[in-house]
């Protein structure tokens, strides 16, 4: 054994490990590093676009309030329909609005009235519900977060949303509940809570009043249609239930 | 007859080297595959960071016994978290000193006159007082001493959310640390338990609820358990997340699913490793039961913990955790080598059998095989020493990686003077750290039968 040149194999590969592992300690910074470097650039070119879809309204040829000037709009649907099934670009985008949406609440509104009517963000919907559970949840993230999406197709855009309920986390569930919610749609909200009875998906009661409790629809008649139909649904929904239209 | 022992230690040192070689590239998997799974998680956490989200009400149980010189900062730590719905219930095992009274009188709280029911059994309880601080319920139940694992069982039978999460009352945690460790329950239904992340508290330098900072307090002992900490929750921890293996949740800082422990029997008052006594049940009750689960492992979710400060209190600790794992072990050896429960038996169970529990055993063995050797004149000195300079080498360079994952993943700052010292730890830790603990667990066998049902105390500062 003792002059055996395996030994001397044996100690040249935990070398070699150990420099492979010095080496792939650096790889790993290195990538950890150059992940947050795109989100900056995805951003700024939202930010850039966005500013020039409203800025054309600021200046002489307004364009928002009387429609986009004519292959404007196109040009801009296209870009959203080629880059926003990348959720990289839609948590850009996400963000881009929401500045507009803050610094110029009528330009936003404007711009989201331009383009509900080209049914963009329905598109949008049917693409990502082919995608995974996590991006599913981002679309719905963000149609909750900007609800004007869906002013001319709230309940095509609602069962596009519920669809993304089949295989999803609690993530997911909770950002559809929202975004029908938010959306406003009445037969949206009580679909998505059937198929939580139904598939005995868990949601806890909380979470489920917190939601419903953001139904942007007329909250009386959303509580007459679910109060009928909550006692046939599990305690969690029939709690959350009773606790906003109970008394 | 010295042919026989020629032929003896010619099988020993084959059993020596592939018992090295094993944990050797056990090591380097761990490192590896939890370096990827990280970069992989990094890269969905954008993803996260936006998907804000109400939080899932969660019950924070703080089983205590003679803890009044911590209990006020800690639960006082635990009353400014950044979540929205929680209730803190701190559970009095019977405490000699006056742990209770300090929080009745801190926190103002008036005696409740309210049922519990006892659906796992644990000693009755003696009083319960209640009040309200900063919009979260804080309950304080006394009972009669039964043990940490009995206290979890009262906080349990309280606790009035579907989530439970089980601290020590030294430990503290991060403002985001409750968000975190929820994290999991969002991303998957089959979520039953998850572990958080232990860091020493002597070592973290903390501003507005968060570390910021990392660096090694002068007291030796204390670095060389944070170097140990990091490797074994940022290795071996996430290897065995991978195919859901964890066999264990630190009492520290684990969140569980209520139901779950409820119907798996909750926690074992007479066993000193509690906590992996119940993931070890759950494991059981789950693929007996045919109950499709996961245990998941979240190093982000940060729990800082005092660590022992002298040899005598080190001792005490390790002497608990390593009875501990022998109980926990031996009362559910039926997991070896059976099939049903797959990678758990033959990874997890395996490595916790042979490179844990009987680590000591072994090694103290070799250490006599080598004596021996020399003794009968077969003991290669030059290959023995190249060897063992080699494997040294590559333990501190695994701590090293381990340690600069941690640095990496929670953002800390580090001067270059914090990384010498590293380098240095991390060495040291290998080549002497790990031997004192082989001493440590060797005692814990021969003196098993004492004490066998305290609550471990170590000297707070």
């Not at chain 2, 009995?150 to 009035?160: E, F, K, P, S, T």
């Not at chain 2, 020493?200 to 570390?211: D, E, F, P, W, Y």
């Not at chain 2, 005092?306 to 997991?335: E, K, M, N, Y």
């Not at chain 2, 103290?364 to 040294?392: H, K, Q």
């Amino acid at each position: 054994m003792a002059s055996d040149p395996r030994i001397y194999a044996l100690i040249g590969i935990f070398m070699v490990a150990c420099i492979a592992l010095i080496v792939f300690n650096f790889a790993i910074v290195r990538y950890h590093k150059r992940q947050t470097a795109p989100a900056a650039g995805k951003l700024k070119m939202w930010n850039f676009e966005l500013y020039k879809q409203t800025a054309i309204k600021g200046g002489s040829k307004s364009v928002i309030r009387g429609g986009m000037r004519p292959g404007t709009t196109s040009r801009h649907e296209r870009l959203l329909l080629r880059k926003l099934p990348n959720a990289e670009h839609l948590i850009a985008y996400s963000e881009a609005l929401q500045n507009v949406k803050d610094r110029q609440p009528m330009a936003y509104s404007s711009y989201m009235s331009t383009y509900s009517k080209t049914a963009v963000f329905h598109k949008l919907a049917d693409v990502y519900s082919r995608k995974s559970c996590i991006e599913r949840t981002c679309y719905a993230d963000f149609i909750g977060s900007f609800p004007e999406a869906a002013e001319l197709s709230q309940g095509q855009l609602a069962d596009s949303l519920i669809s993304y309920i089949d295989d999803s986390n609690i993530y997911c569930r909770t950002k559809v509940l929202r975004a029908c919610c938010r959306i406003g749609s009445l037969q949206g909200v009580a679909n998505v809570l059937q198929l939580f009875h139904d598939r005995s998906l868990f949601m806890h009661k909380q979470l489920l009043a917190n939601e419903l409790a953001d139904f942007s629809g007329d909250q009386s008649l959303l509580g007459e249609r679910l109060w009928d139909e909550c006692k046939s649904w599990n305690d969690n929904i029939s709690e959350a239930v009773v606790s906003l239209w109970g008394h | 007859m010295a042919d026989m022992l020629r032929v003896f230690i010619y099988y020993v040192s084959v059993f020596y080297l592939v018992y090295l070689i094993v944990f050797a590239a056990f090591s380097f998997l761990s490192i590896s595959i939890g370096a990827y799974k990280l970069y992989m998680s990094n890269r969905v956490l954008r993803y996260k960071n936006k998907l804000k989200h109400d939080d899932l009400p969660v019950s924070v149980l703080i089983p205590a016994y003679n803890e009044s010189v911590t209990i006020v900062n800690s639960v006082n730590s635990l009353l400014s978290l950044d979540y929205q719905q929680y209730e803190l219930i701190v559970i009095d095992d019977g405490s000699e000193d006056d742990t209770a009274q300090k929080i009745i009188d801190t926190f103002d709280m008036k005696q409740a006159y309210r049922q519990i029911e006892h659906k796992l059994t644990c000693e009755p309880e003696t009083a319960i007082y209640e009040t309200v601080v900063n919009k979260v319920p804080l309950t304080l139940i006394c009972k009669k001493n039964g043990g940490k694992g009995d206290a979890l069982n009262m906080g349990i039978n309280a606790a009035g959310h579907p989530y439970f999460v089980c601290m020590d009352a030294d430990s503290k945690l991060q403002a985001d640390s409750l968000k975190e460790i929820v994290a999991p329950v969002f991303e998957d239904d089959e979520i039953v338990a998850v572990g958080g992340m232990i860091l020493i508290s002597q070592c973290l330098q903390m501003k507005n609820g968060k570390a910021v900072r990392y660096r090694f307090p002068p007291n030796l002992l204390v670095c060389m358990q944070a170097v140990e900490y990091s490797r074994s929750f940022l290795a071996s921890r996430i290897l065995m997340d991978t195919f859901n293996g964890n066999l264990i949740i630190s009492g520290a800082f684990g969140l569980f699913q209520r139901s779950a422990v409820v119907a798996a029997g909750g926690y074992s008052p007479n066993n000193l490793g509690e906590d992996m006594e119940l993931v070890l049940k759950l494991h059981r009750f789950c693929r007996n039961n045919k109950i499709p689960y996961r245990m998941s492992y979240q190093p982000s979710a940060i729990c800082m913990t005092q660590a022992p400060t002298t040899f005598r209190d080190l001792w005490s600790q390790r002497r608990r955790w390593h009875v501990g794992l022998f109980q926990s072990l031996v009362v559910h050896r039926r997991i070896m080598f059976n099939l049903k429960f797959g990678l758990v038996s033959f990874f997890s169970y395996l490595y916790y059998m042979f490179y844990e529990l009987m680590s000591p055993i072994i090694e103290l063995f070799g250490i006599f095989a080598i004596l021996l050797a020399a003794y009968m004149d077969v003991l290669n000195i030059e290959y023995m020493i190249v060897f063992l300079v080699i494997y040294a080498i590559y333990g501190t360079i695994i701590s090293l990686s381990a340690f600069s994952k941690q640095i990496y993943i929670q953002k800390f700052r580090v001067t270059f003077l914090d990384m010498i010292k590293t380098l240095f730890l991390c060495a040291l830790e290998f080549i002497f750290f790990r031997y004192i603990l082989v001493v440590v667990r060797i005692a814990a066998f021969i003196r098993y039968g004492r004490n066998k049902s305290t609550w471990g105390k170590i000297k707070r500062v």
